[in-house]
């Protein structure tokens, strides 16, 4: 891992040769190499399942006569320690068979809409005799940016699909199966899905709400641009360097590929795979190994490990994020973001404006000061003289982000309440598809970033303005802004369990609940806990929700998995918070942290998990 292939290769070849005999490695080890005379497995973490345990663990002592040894070492967590009190339960534990869902009509459905994307493209080049529209700002942004009028690429595609083009259908019928165009009824056109109270098809509403939001987008910061532009030449002189900010960031905005764009408003698959995946550079250092290593992360996880200041060790070496890569001639997407103390909705903004009520309750801010932003896209660098070798361990990771619902109001139908358990409590369950989630970094004390516009120099300790490039070592004389968060939008899957008596319940008992439920959750299913998150928030009636997602930006089925056994979850969740692992006045690694939770873990509190759900579940 971090390895560029070549190295990667490099070290396989000999450790296959024997001129070495230890490997560090992930867990996808073994393509295209001979394990056979691999004696020992060490295992720096407990893997999720018993499958995983044997498939990790068989790899040694494949040769007759062989004698294979694995050791396996528990961290301080819940997962780990549950299964180190017993290991038989992991290493002689029941392996379910394997299950292929063929009938998977989310997966199907985006699958549809790219062949839908893909037949209009080809009709739209051979019409209009173009260039296929590749780039978000030419498909999606209006002509004119005051108006509902359709961008003439998008109103094709309304109008094309208003057709019923039957090579369309031919399509469909010649990927799916029978038993799936019965049940995405290819044949009267029913796959587009219900009618909204707009009478909008569901894959319309989808097109809809991706012209909405991104064209929101354009017009805040042209709207900005007009506005300094109106003031004339003393006005645009005056606030030039807010012009160019602005234009650059536009032009961001609307050279985002389309492509990268569509899978956000489940117009196209994703796969379950990172897509927005970002680059710590160090092809700048001069230094020979910072050609061998390879560091990328997915943006949810390196605007943390990533983050300014944060280090990481790759080839036996350490490399420090020293800022943040600006592209020539376009700007970071920034603005503003106000997380409600009513309801820990985040509503953010962008360009300059900022939002005087929380979009989800309404609540005034008060005089609460909105917090800037910036989304660090194209990925971050590391300091000029990073690739130093490791002293005294392992350095600490980066700051974790905290993870607050940022999308438009989520579903208001609840699920059937099919159990007594949820009848009997009042508690709703709603399952909803991409949904809107930031992941937000604040730094060190919440206490944000000092960042150049100019270089890209970044850091998360108090600066002054001298500072130098990070890429060249030189002076820089850009302005440094100061408090800066890093953020990163993302949609995928999330479940919202609505406790409809807990009005007056104090938002951080709940927070405990809801760390609880995803510990019950992982050990109920056997879900890798780091594949779960969560948050919680107050709808503008004052009930609280609690929100689980998928990590993996798209979804990856576990939320829709909870979501079918929410009352076995609750209970599953009442009974690991009731081992006395820590007093109920706190908690620990064992019961309710984890890293990624670092910001809460001085209000987390296993008493209040346990009380909260002993109402609902009963001493069982």
């Not at 068989?58 to 528990?74: L, P, S």
């Not at 989520?410 to 369950?429: G, V």
């Amino acid at each position: 891992a971090n390895l560029r292939n070549e190295d990667a290769r490099d070290v396989q070849i000999k450790f296959t040769n024997g001129e070495i005999n230890v490997l560090s490695c992930t867990t996808t080890f073994e393509l295209g190499v001979d394990v056979g005379e691999l004696q020992t497995v060490f295992l720096r973490n407990m893997p999720p399942s018993t499958a995983n345990y044997i498939q990790r663990a068989g790899r040694a002592g494949r040769r007759d006569g062989a004698t294979a040894m694995i050791v396996t070492y528990c961290q301080r967590r819940s997962h780990d320690l549950t299964y180190f009190d017993d290991p038989v339960a992991m290493i002689s534990g029941v392996i379910p068979a394997p299950r292929l869902q063929t009938s998977n009509t989310k997966i199907t459905r985006r699958h549809l809409y790219a062949i839908v994307l893909s037949a209009f493209l080809r009709y739209w080049i051979t019409k209009t005799d173009t260039k296929w529209p590749n780039k978000s700002g030419v498909f999606f942004r209006h002509p004119d940016i005051n108006s509902d009028a359709l961008n003439p690429v998008v109103a094709g595609l309304i109008e094309y699909i208003g057709q019923h083009p039957q090579t369309i259908k031919q399509a469909f019928e010649a990927v799916l199966t029978p038993e799936l165009q019965r049940e995405m009824e290819v044949d009267n056109w029913g796959w587009l899905g219900a009618w909204t109270e707009e009478h909008v098809p569901l894959y319309l509403n989808s097109l809809y709400r991706a012209d909405h939001q991104l064209n929101n987008e354009f017009a805040a910061i042209i709207a900005a641009l007009e506005e300094i532009r109106a003031g004339g030449v003393d006005a645009m002189s005056t606030h030039n360097s807010q012009l160019n900010r602005l234009s650059r960031m536009l032009k961001t905005l609307e050279q985002r590929e389309l492509f990268g764009v569509l899978p956000n408003f489940g117009l196209m698959p994703k796969y379950g795979f990172p897509t927005d995946v970002v680059q710590l550079k160090t092809d700048h250092i001069p230094n020979d190994n910072a050609d061998r290593v390879e560091l990328t992360r997915d943006l949810q996880i390196a605007i943390g490990e990533y983050a300014p200041g944060s280090q990481v060790v790759a080839a036996g070496l350490v490399w420090e994020s020293g800022g943040i890569v600006i592209p020539g001639g376009r700007g970071l997407v920034a603005g503003k973001y106000m997380r409600c103390i009513q309801c820990e909705y985040a509503t953010l903004t962008i360009g300059d404006a900022s939002a005087s009520l929380c979009h989800n309750c309404g609540f005034a801010a008060n005089g609460q000061r909105a917090t800037d932003y910036i989304v660090p896209e194209f990925g971050f660098i590391a300091t000029y003289d990073s690739g130093k070798p490791v002293v005294g361990g392992r350095p600490p990771r980066g700051r974790a982000s905290r993870f607050s619902f940022s999308g438009e109001t989520m579903s208001t139908r609840p699920r059937d309440r099919n159990d007594a358990l949820l009848r009997q409590h009042d508690i709703d369950i709603y399952f909803n598809r991409n949904v809107q989630l930031s992941a937000i970094n604040e730094g060190t004390n919440a206490q944000g970033y000092q960042y150049c516009e100019r270089c890209g120099y970044a850091t998360d300790k108090t600066t002054d303005r001298e500072h130098k490039s990070p890429i060249t070592n030189r002076p820089c004389s850009g302005r440094i802004r100061r408090r800066i968060s890093l953020v990163h939008n993302f949609v995928t899957d999330a479940l919202e369990i609505q406790f409809n008596r807990m009005t007056q319940t104090k938002t951080m008992d709940v927070r405990s609940v809801l760390y609880a439920i995803l510990e019950g959750a992982s050990r109920l299913l056997h879900i890798e806990r780091d594949e779960i998150d969560g948050t919680i928030y107050k709808t503008a009636a004052g009930t609280i929700r609690v929100v689980i997602f998928d990590v993996v930006p798209g979804g990856a089925g576990f939320a829709l998995q909870i979501a079918d056994c929410v009352p076995d979850v609750l209970r599953a969740a009442r009974a690991h918070v009731a081992t006395e692992c820590c007093g109920p006045e706190t908690s620990c690694y064992r019961c309710l942290r984890t890293y990624g939770n670092q910001y809460f873990h001085p209000v987390l509190k296993r008493g209040d998990a346990l009380e909260l759900l002993t109402q609902i579940v009963g001493e069982e």
